[in-house]
């Protein structure tokens, strides 16, 4: 059974960091695609990040570049999403799943997500 646990969301002023942590299980991360997304309230669900290990890819929406890092541990069966530099805009519910990274289509099942607040 494919299962997915957010982790290290919290409230921080603009300008700060989060890391935030997706621990997987039921499948193979290192031949797999994880993605992250996030959800603010009254708005779609919009992918962030994703990495692909079989094509040892990662990948980034515009918004995030050069502030966000999306990195992967095998041994921890754990994808982590390093925030830099977060604005308000970044405020949400922030999710994994597994992904096909170039259309940012996420399939399979969800975890609870994590919250994230960016706010003075």
């Known amino acids: 059974q494919v299962e997915f646990v957010e982790s290290g969301g919290d409230l921080v002023q603009p300008g700060g960091s989060l890391r935030l942590s997706c621990t997987t299980s039921g499948f193979r991360l290192d031949l797999s695609a994880v993605g992250w997304f996030r959800q603010a309230p009254g708005k779609e669900r919009e992918g962030v990040s994703c990495i692909s290990a079989s094509e040892g890819r990662t990948f980034y929406r515009d918004s995030v570049k050069d502030r966000f890092t999306i990195s992967m541990a095998n041994e921890e069966n754990t994808v982590y999403l390093q925030m830099n530099n977060l604005k308000p805009e970044d405020t949400g519910v922030y999710y994994c799943?597994?992904?096909?990274?170039?259309?940012?289509?996420?399939?399979?099942?969800w975890g609870q997500g994590t919250q994230v607040t960016v706010s003075s």
């Open positions: 799943a597994l992904t096909i990274c170039s259309s940012w289509y996420a399939f399979g099942s």
